[in-house]
């Protein structure tokens, strides 16, 4: 049975471009899709006069369809201002991939949305946010979706692993259902301050586990 991909998605699944980590990231981030469960994370090299993105690499947990579009969203990223890369959608990228079926939409997304996250991350760090909301506990709480649960690759919050979030003046705690010592307890609080202390209003992430 014919594969129902193009040729260039073909092409960029055998041969994807900008595959791996920047180890000494600007910025970065992992965005998980609610439709397969699939992950993709997402590093850049931003030059800080000009927000040019200098280099752009991705990883993929996930299929043919997003591996394609991890790699021409890449491409079209690189040497971009992140202005100019925020406007790159999915649609651009299907269409640059000579379409994908249409069931495969949100592999797309997935990888739009993941460059979107680290270009996001970078604004928070560098303070380059326009609209500064106040941090809410929704909003720690849609963060908490977005790390994983590496015993079952879901997130946190799906596998009800979150007892507890409290955030005032600025100090957010946050309690986690596993004991202290429990061997991905050091991963998961890294990989929750890196989603949470970005806030520009947060200035304090305290990580709690109790199990
Ligand atoms: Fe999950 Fe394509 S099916 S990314």
């Known amino acids: 049975m014919p594969l129902p991909y193009s040729d260039i998605v073909m092409e960029h699944f055998r041969n994807p471009r900008n595959v791996g980590r920047i180890e000494d990231a600007d910025a970065k981030a992992v965005e998980g899709s609610p439709a397969c469960g699939d992950m993709v994370a997402v590093y850049l090299k931003v030059d800080e006069a000009t927000h040019r993105i200098e280099d752009v690499k991705f990883e993929s947990y996930g299929c043919a369809s997003n591996i394609a579009t991890g790699s021409i969203i890449t491409e079209l990223a690189k040497g971009k201002t992140l202005e100019e890369a925020k406007q790159i959608t999915w649609q651009q990228a299907s269409e640059a991939l000579g379409g994908l079926p249409p069931i495969k939409a949100h592999c797309s997304v997935l990888a739009v949305d993941?460059?979107?996250?680290?270009?996001?991350?970078?604004?928070?760090?560098h303070g380059l946010i326009k609209e500064r909301v106040p941090t809410t506990e929704e909003e720690i709480r849609r963060r908490l979706k977005h790390v994983?649960?590496?015993?079952?690759?879901?997130?946190?919050?799906?596998?009800?692993?979150?007892?507890?979030?409290?955030?005032?003046?600025?100090?957010?705690?946050?309690?986690?259902?596993?004991p202290p010592d429990h061997q991905f307890a050091s991963n998961i609080r890294e990989e929750i301050r890196e989603k949470i202390e970005p806030l520009w209003d947060v200035e304090s992430v305290e990580v709690e586990f109790t199990g």
């Not at 009800?160 to 946050?174: A, S, T």
Request: glycine share 6%; aromatic share 2%; proline share 2%.
């Open 114 to 125: 993941g460059l979107r996250a680290a270009i996001q991350n970078y604004e928070e760090k």
């Open 148 to 178: 994983m649960n590496p015993m079952v690759g879901l997130d946190l919050v799906r596998t009800k692993l979150v007892r507890e979030i409290r955030l005032e003046n600025g100090q957010v705690r946050i309690v986690i259902d596993l």
